[in-house]
């Protein structure tokens, strides 16, 4: 799904990456720029490198921040706001066509399947939660 999903990207010059960054600022609002690697797990350079190509192409928009000059603001624009509903659009029959062949109730497990899969904690998640048991468990703790 996700190589079908790039090649009908490319089409619109984006990557996911880039729909990530736009999906968020919809979903969230006007963003802090030095909050978006945090948000985005991406390093800081690669977050300017990709507000650069999406401010090029008038999906987002800079600005300074009212509340303190030396801090720059982002947010979706009009025209970003317009070709993430395309994106979506596209998306929602990449999914399609790749599901297809299944049948409407291997869908639904499918779909089940991947939200149990991505609610559970990460491998690192899980192995700092072990790692602070352990660790309270070793203290006399708990």
Do not use: W
Not at 30 to 56: F, H, I, R, W, Y
Not at 66 to 88: M, Q, W, Y
Not at 104 to 129: H, I, V
Request: net charge negative; charged share 30%; aromatic share 2%.
């Amino acid at each position: 799904m996700q190589t079908a999903a790039e090649v009908e990207l490319a089409a619109f010059g984006l990557r996911a990456r880039h729909v990530i960054a736009l999906t968020l600022l919809r979903d969230l609002g006007e963003q802090n720029q030095s909050d978006l690697p945090a948000t985005l797990g991406m390093d800081s350079t690669n977050v300017v490198a990709l507000l650069n190509e999406l401010e090029k192409d008038d999906l987002v928009q800079r600005r300074r921040s009212p509340e303190d000059r030396r801090r720059h603001t982002v947010s979706l624009t009009a025209a970003g706001k317009a070709r993430l509903d395309e994106v979506e659009d596209l998306l929602a029959g990449v999914e399609q066509r790749v599901l297809d062949p299944l049948t409407p109730e291997e869908q639904r497990t499918f779909y089940a399947l991947l939200a149990r899969a991505t609610s559970s904690p990460s491998c690192s998640e899980a192995l700092d939660t072990s790692r602070a048991c352990m660790e309270d468990g070793a203290s006399g703790i708990g």
